[in-house]
């Protein structure tokens, strides 16, 4: 099924700053190197540990996916981030747990 279970979840109000959460849906299967591009990714804006700095520039986390479709649009409509954004890393206020790094800074 496609849904994430998050009972093992409970403690993470409790997550350090230097702590995070990688939720993965129980279909979902990634690259060896995944973990490793998604934190090469994250530190380019800086320590992800400072929960300070995370805090201060507002990021409460980071994905390596690309929305296909816009899901909050109905009907549903195909969502080209290149129309949209001109830069390779843009925000996307909608969580999303194919590969989202969420900082422990955030969660709690």
Known sequence: GMW???SSLASAGE???DEHILPLEDDIE???LFYWWLLRAARSYGPI???TLMR???LVGISLYTPRLNE???PQVKWLPEVHE???AFLLQVPC???ALFFGSHWR
């Open 15 to 17: 997550l350090r700053d």
């Open 30 to 32: 990634v690259s060896p």
């Open 49 to 51: 540990g400072d929960g």
């Open 97 to 99: 747990s194919w590969g």
């Open 56 to 58: 201060r520039r507002r």
């Open 72 to 74: 909050i649009h109905y």
């Open 86 to 88: 001109r830069a390779p």
């Open 4 to 6: 994430i279970n998050c």
